[in-house]
């Protein structure tokens, strides 16, 4: 059973950091791309940030550039979002996906794949 669990997220003031965690279980980790996407209230799905699994391209939406960084522990099939200088925002239900597909510095075409797995959501809020 393919499963992407979210942690990581709460709580946060304008300026603070949180790092949320994507573990996966039930796929071959190094064969898929992992993703970030979010939704605010009233607003479509973003994307964050992605990751290629197997060569550890990023790739970053340009509103989280220089703030954002994602990260891949390939022995833990895991994958990270450190996020740092947030936003108000940056308030949003952050979820993480998975699909086999290539990833650039400048795509990632996690959420057209028909057949991307995706988590639960975690709520991130930062207060300004």
């Known amino acids: 059973e393919v499963q992407l669990v979210e942690s990581g997220g709460g709580l946060v003031q304008a300026g603070g950091s949180l790092r949320l965690s994507c573990a996966a279980s039930?796929?071959?980790?190094?064969?898929?791309?992992i993703g970030w996407f979010r939704q605010a209230p009233g607003k479509e799905r973003e994307g964050v940030s992605c990751?290629?699994?197997?060569?550890?391209?990023?790739y970053y939406a340009d509103s989280v550039k220089g703030r954002f960084t994602i990260s891949s522990d390939n022995a833990k099939n895991t994958v990270y979002l450190q996020m740092n200088s947030l936003k108000p925002e940056d308030t949003a239900v952050y979820y993480c996906a998975a699909a086999r597909v290539p990833v650039s510095y400048y795509r990632c075409p996690i959420a057209r794949s028909h057949n991307a797995y995706w988590g639960q959501g975690t709520q991130v809020t930062v207060s300004s």
């Open positions: 990751i290629s699994s197997g060569d550890g391209t990023p």
């Open positions: 039930g796929f071959t980790f190094d064969d898929y791309a």
